[in-house]
């Protein structure tokens, strides 16, 4: 007779606690701001030299639009670093309810 190599407990996704979206939201807006210092470290959001530069308010708004655009990519799932996080806060039990 086959041995099943996963029991049902672990096979399934663990039940979501109350905290989980509030912690997911977190997690979010934390990846949000790593991607955000990614983005510019990588060069998005510098102003422009020449004819198609912006003036003075380029280099103002351009660290709002890379804010902006980090939010948008975390908000679609980014790197997975929120996801990743949350798991495993909740395998660690940090998202109990301790209400």
Do not use: C, N, W, Y
Not at 26 to 46: D, H, P
Not at 56 to 81: W, Y
Not at 83 to 92: G, K
Request: proline share 6%.
């Amino acid at each position: 007779m086959l041995e099943p190599k996963l029991t049902l407990a672990q096979a399934m996704p663990p039940a979501p606690t109350a905290r989980e979206p509030q912690l997911r939201q977190v997690f979010e807006e934390f990846e949000a701001v790593f991607l955000s210092q990614m983005l510019q470290a990588a060069g998005a959001g510098k102003p422009l030299s020449g004819l198609g530069g912006g003036g003075v308010g380029e280099a103002q708004f351009a660290s709002m639009l890379v804010d902006v655009q980090a939010r948008a990519i975390a908000a679609r799932g980014g790197l997975g670093l929120a996801e990743m996080l949350l798991r495993a806060s909740l395998q660690d039990g940090a998202g109990h309810d301790d209400s």
